[in-house]
């Protein structure tokens, strides 16, 4: 059946959009696959096989108010009834946008604030990984097998080289690489022992990843291995997903590398401090290990993680030590 043909809106986080995919390739196997999405993410998507039309949608830049969203809905608008839209992400904006253009069916998440707009609704939320509630919202008749959650990414030939080239630059062997993803938006979702961990690899070599904002805690990990590639907003997201294809294994936080390196099967070390794994967004790596303090009360105590610890001692991340992430890392390599 290749007739049915889907809308998904997905607005939300850069590592969200990542987590999606797996939806979009149910969806891409009934029909083809229009996603909206942000500038942003929209690099992420582009040359996706199980994408068969990318809208890019700048909501609070070119695309904001009211003639950015009529815009919109006239480019997806459609007539067919059998056409199915999926709200990935929740607001009452994505799912007006959904109705305005036309899709008489619309399916999101019993949760979201958006929920009245939607003529189908997900519920049970609780315990799944992120990646399987956005599965399910393409049908909740049957539990999904690991591969079902699979997120996939598709760097072009132009983002392999890119990584390839500063490989070579680096005169690196790529086998023996590890990636260290010391950066977060938020900031108790650093890891603050990353520098030691560098060093206490060697000899094995890193590459620190990230974007250009993540550059000065990047220059405290290179300083500590002054081998290491600083790779932190040098390549394209789709440039950094091959990169990681062609280490051994990466160091994260609970942030978008994380995700990236589930789409690449790159071996994971997964590092929580004030988020859990239980909030769905958990490492899929086949092989992977999270480390984290498992009998703080105050844990988790933000869905985000907060600028600075509300207690003042940011126990959760400080007592993690770097003989433990190591040992992760052997762990997940071995
Ligand atoms: S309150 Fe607890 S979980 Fe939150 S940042 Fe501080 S130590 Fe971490």
Redesign the pocket.
Known sequence: MRDTPSLVIQTSFLGDVVLTTPLLRRLAARGPVTVVTTAAAAPLLAGHPDVARLVPYDKRGADAGISGFVRLTRSIATNNPDAVAYLAQGSHRSGALARAAGYRTRVGFATSAGRLWYTESIDGLEGWHHAERLWRLGGNDRPPTPGDLQPTLVPSAADVEAAEAMLRGASASAGSLVALAPGSVWG?KRWPHYAELAAALAPRRVAVVGAAADATIAAQVVGRAPNAIDATGKLPLLATAALLARCQAIVTNDSLPLHLASAMNTPTVAIF??TVPGFGFGPLAARRAIVEHSD?P?????SH??PT???G?????QELTVARVAAAVDEVTA
Do not use: E, I, Q, Y
């Open positions: 108790t401090g004030p703080m105050c844990r988790p105590c933000h993680g907060p610890c509300p207690l001692h940011f126990r959760c991340m």
